[in-house]
């Protein structure tokens, strides 16, 4: 059984940087995706970042090009989101989420298998 732990949020001020972390635990395969969704109260889930872990690609959703970085941890399975230039509008609920293979061709919740409980990060203008 596949389990997903993200860690790393918190409130900062405008401008700032969080690093956020996820391990996935349970997977026999070595190239998963793993990916990183936000959703705000009243907001639909929206997927931010992507990695293929093992092979490369990376993507980004429009908004956070230039100020987030997914990355690939040393250990299996584990993935950070470096978060820069941090906007009020970046304020939401970071979720973790993966799927054995590459990683789909849109950022849709549907597509991942499993998730993990999520992590606050608050933004102060």
């Not at 790393?8 to 401008?15: C, F």
């Not at 639909?44 to 970042?49: K, M």
Request: charged share 15%.
């Amino acid at each position: 059984q596949v389990q997903v732990v993200e860690s790393g949020g918190g409130s900062v001020q405008a401008g700032g940087s969080l690093r956020l972390s996820c391990a996935a635990s349970g997977y026999r395969g070595d190239h998963v995706c793993m990916s990183w969704f936000r959703q705000a109260p009243g907001k639909e889930r929206q997927g931010v970042a992507a990695i293929w872990i093992g092979m490369g690609p990376r993507y980004y959703v429009d908004s956070v090009k230039g100020r987030f970085t997914i990355s690939q941890g040393s250990a299996k399975n584990t993935v950070y989101l470096q978060m820069n230039s941090l906007k009020p509008d970046d304020s939401a609920m970071y979720y973790c989420a993966t799927v054995g293979g590459p990683c789909p061709t849109r950022f849709d919740p549907l597509e991942y298998r499993s998730w993990g409980q999520g992590t606050q990060v608050t933004v102060a203008s």
